[in-house]
């Protein structure tokens, strides 16, 4: 499995955002800090600042230098009664140093108060496009049957066959709780010809790689 390109790179920092400030400044300063500091060309009007409104604080196309001296480009930042969420398309390590840089600029800054146990959980989203030679047809000798049924019950209604498309796995959102599947389908409006791939999982850019191409190994074998 071959990476193409990286379509998002999020990390979640759960917690308690009001806790930082528990004696309730006017953090309206931190907003522009946080726009000037980190070149959003987006950011929140002093009503939209408010953590507590309903749709949290949005931040959006912002830059970023690594430890490493990469200047990367910030998709997003939004800041949540709940968490921090942010976006890159670099990678989930990237995306956690901006995020580290970020709470510790706001406390040092502003003296918020925070200690070690404040972050309780971290969470993430993976999308990427990737290519592989093996195609998807080839997860089953039963649903590539099914396809060329599909195909001969359509008919003249297409001058190609049907494929499988997509291949999606989910944990029971009854006993676990909303948790973004993994899943791995056909990129939008592109030939099947190329086998560009359009994939999501909720986990670090490394971790989705290592289990596509598992999936690849497992799955798509000959």
């Not at 997860?139 to 498309?165: H, K, N």
Request: charged share 25%; aromatic share 10%.
């Amino acid at each position: 499995m071959k990476l193409l390109n990286v379509q998002k790179a999020r990390s979640i920092w759960l917690l308690e955002v009001q806790d930082l400030n528990p004696t309730g400044f006017d953090l309206w300063p931190m907003t522009a800090a946080i726009q000037n500091r980190y070149n959003f060309g987006k950011a929140p009007s002093r009503e939209q600042s408010r953590v507590n409104n309903e749709g949290g604080v949005q931040f959006a196309d912002g830059s970023f230098v690594l430890a490493d001296s990469r200047r990367i480009a910030i998709s997003a930042l939004s800041i949540y009664n709940d968490g921090f969420v942010a976006d890159t398309r670099t990678d989930s390590f990237a995306t956690d140093e901006f995020l580290e840089d970020v709470l510790h600029f706001c406390i040092n800054t502003f003296s918020l108060t925070y200690d070690s146990q404040t972050r309780k959980k971290r969470g993430y989203l993976s999308e990427l496009i990737v290519t592989t030679e093996r195609r998807l047809d080839s997860v089953g000798d039963r649903l590539a049957s099914f396809a060329s049924t599909l195909s001969e019950y359509m008919g003249g209604a297409t001058s190609s066959p049907f494929e499988v498309e997509a291949v999606r796995f989910s944990a029971d959102h009854a006993i676990q709780g909303r948790t973004s599947p993994f899943s791995i389908e056909r990129q939008a409006r592109t030939p099947f010809a190329k086998n560009r791939y359009y994939s999501q999982a909720p986990l670090t850019t490394i971790h989705h790689l290592d289990v596509l191409s598992k999936f690849e190994n497992i799955v798509l074998a000959d």
